[in-house]
């Protein structure tokens, strides 16, 4: 496109001719400055909306592909094949079980590796029961985080070579915890019911009697049965 050039004294403005013979109100000619500058704020505007969309979606599709639904089956004592499942979180670090009981009553037990707490929520009481994981909690869950929910989404675990554990944890009531003082994802577990702090213990007094029991299998062949039960005040 050739240079424009107008005398602006002395000439009417549609005489105004460019170098190459179009003249200046053709499509060839320049915009005016101020619709120079509206065509550009527009046009950025278009584009900061297209990559602000296209963010969303791909950090919706992160987010749904962070969380994947894991199914672990063993047999239990007898050879029955149980199933239970697990929510994998990787995004927030969390593995959320669902044990369903011979009673057809599910408990719920949330390991939150980034606090490092365990929340187990028994359908057999009102309350939730936390505790701090410790070394061998951090190690059972990993066998789930180490196996990308994308390739493996069941575990299918032989009778004879997993391990079974028993653990007792004993319910501290003088401990009570404010359920609003809770993160996120403890607080949405537990919002209708009491909360207490719990400790692992070598076993319960004879005298005292195991409250319930919750059994969580991993998928490194090690099946764990937590059993409860209250500390003395």
Same mark, same amino acid.
Request: proline share 6%; glycine share 6%; with cysteine.
């Given at each position: 496109?050739?240079?424009?050039?107008?005398?602006?004294?002395?000439r009417?403005?549609?005489?105004?001719?460019?170098?190459?013979?179009?003249?200046?109100?053709?499509?060839?000619?320049?915009?005016?400055?101020?619709?120079?500058?509206?065509?550009?704020?527009?046009?950025?505007?278009?584009?900061?909306?297209?990559?602000?969309?296209?963010?969303?979606?791909?950090?919706?599709?992160?987010?749904?592909?962070?969380?994947?639904?894991?199914?672990?089956?063993?047999?239990?004592?007898?050879?029955?094949?149980?199933n239970?499942?697990?929510?994998?979180?990787?995004?927030?670090?969390?593995?959320?079980?669902?044990?369903?009981?011979t009673?057809?009553?599910?408990?719920?037990?949330?390991? #939150?590796?980034?606090?490092? &707490?365990?929340?187990?929520? *028994?359908?057999? !009481?009102?309350?939730?029961? +936390?505790?701090?994981? $410790?070394?061998s909690?951090? #190690?059972?869950?990993?066998? &789930?985080?180490?196996?990308? *929910?994308?390739? !493996?989404?069941?575990?299918? +675990?032989?009778?004879? $070579?997993?391990?079974?554990?028993?653990?007792f944890?004993?319910?501290?009531?003088?401990?009570?915890?404010?359920?609003?003082?809770?993160?996120?994802?403890?607080?949405?577990?537990?919002?209708?019911?009491?909360?207490?702090?719990?400790?692992?213990?070598?076993?319960?007094?004879?005298?005292?009697?195991?409250?319930?029991?919750?059994?969580?299998?991993?998928?490194?062949?090690?099946?764990?049965?937590?059993?409860?039960?209250?500390?003395?005040?």
């Open positions: 496109m050739g240079t424009c050039w107008q005398r602006w004294h002395g009417p403005a549609e005489e105004a001719q460019c170098t190459d013979g179009s003249p200046v109100g053709s499509p060839l000619s320049h915009c005016p400055h101020k619709a120079f500058w509206l065509c550009l704020s527009a046009s950025l505007l278009l584009i900061l909306v297209a990559l602000g969309l296209t963010g969303h979606l791909r950090l919706s599709q992160l987010r749904s592909q962070s969380s994947q639904i894991v199914l672990i089956t063993v047999p239990d004592q007898a050879g029955f094949p149980i239970q499942s697990a929510v994998v979180d990787l995004q927030n670090d969390l593995v959320t079980f669902s044990l369903v009981s009673a057809n009553k599910t408990s719920t037990v949330l390991f #939150d590796l980034k606090r490092g &707490l365990i929340c187990y929520k *028994p359908s057999e !009481q009102d309350g939730c029961f +936390l505790r701090e994981m $410790d070394q909690d951090y #190690d059972n869950v990993h066998a &789930l985080l180490r196996e990308s *929910p994308q390739k !493996q989404n069941h575990f299918l +675990l032989p009778g004879n $070579d997993t391990q079974r554990q028993t653990q944890v004993g319910v501290l009531m003088a401990s009570q915890v404010d359920v609003t003082l809770l993160d996120a994802p403890l607080r949405s577990l537990c919002e209708d019911r009491s909360v207490h702090w719990t400790r692992r213990v070598e076993g319960p007094d004879k005298l005292r009697l195991v409250y319930f029991c919750i059994d969580i299998c991993f998928p490194s062949n090690i099946c764990v049965s937590v059993c409860f039960y209250y500390l003395p005040e």
